[in-house]
């Protein structure tokens, strides 16, 4: 069974710009949720999407945003960059919505995002 | 709000030998679950073991297992037999099994990480 795959595996990009991160969840796994992970914040919660619908959400500016597909693909999208955008994006697949299941997530390499 | 403490940035082990590896947390809730990830150089975070806060019983996974101590809010792991493929960052997470409200939700909630070193 083929894992989480993320897409690109790294990424630069300037201040202003934007970015559209991909999301390939395991086959069968209808939730996707997606963390940045950096050297001073650590792992932080970004969304999660289940079914198409996004059903829950960290402290993260209105500049990130996301979207799931009908074949639980899922996108991320960051408008207006910053350097502080700088981190590795995370995402994690799991077959229902974490709340009613004690499966865990499995995640995928991720995406290194470099903002010049 | 819950929050996840692991206090040592950096452990290093003799290859073979035992480490444990300390996380503790605070929250108020009694349903939820714990997790040990694992993240080696090559960036894909893995799971190592869970607990169900529920069980009594400390969870293992071959040479990896947990010292639950859900009044103190402890959840170490301890891995024996240490190998180099051990090498890499472990994160402690918890989640809550409580339905969302106000002050909970079932996000992973992470702590800092701690860096394995495995001597050979």
């Known amino acids: 069974k083929a894992g989480v795959t993320q897409t690109p595996r790294y990424l630069i990009k300037t201040r202003g710009q934007q970015v559209t991160l991909s999301c390939s969840p395991i086959?069968?796994?209808?939730?996707v949720s997606w963390y940045q992970q950096t050297p001073g914040q650590g792992l932080q919660f970004l969304f999660e999407y289940f079914s198409e619908t996004q059903r829950n959400k960290g402290n993260f500016p209105g500049r990130f945003s996301g979207r799931q597909f009908s074949n639980s693909r899922s996108e991320m999208n960051v408008s207006t960059l910053e350097l502080g955008d700088s981190a590795l994006y995370l995402c994690a697949s799991s077959p229902g919505i974490p709340l009613y299941s004690n499966q865990p997530q499995h995640f995928g390499d991720g995406t290194r995002l470099s903002i010049l | 709000a819950q929050t996840v403490t692991q206090s040592q940035p950096e452990m290093s082990v003799q290859e073979a030998e035992t480490v444990t590896l300390s996380c503790t947390y605070d929250t108020s809730e009694s349903d939820y679950y714990l997790f040990w990830y694992k993240q080696p150089p090559s960036r894909q975070m893995i799971l190592v073991i869970r607990q169900e806060a529920y069980k009594q019983q400390n969870a293992t996974e071959n040479r990896f297992s947990v010292n639950f101590q859900k009044a103190a809010k402890s959840f170490s792991l301890k891995i024996s037999d240490s190998q180099l493929g051990d090498a890499a960052m472990y994160f402690c997470?918890?989640?809550?099994?409580?339905?969302?409200?106000?002050?909970?939700?079932?996000?992973?909630?992470w702590g800092a990480g701690t860096k394995l070193i495995i001597k050979p």
């Open positions: 086959s069968g796994h209808r939730s």
């Open positions: 997470a918890y989640r809550s099994a409580s339905f969302p409200g106000k002050d909970s939700n079932y996000q992973l909630i």
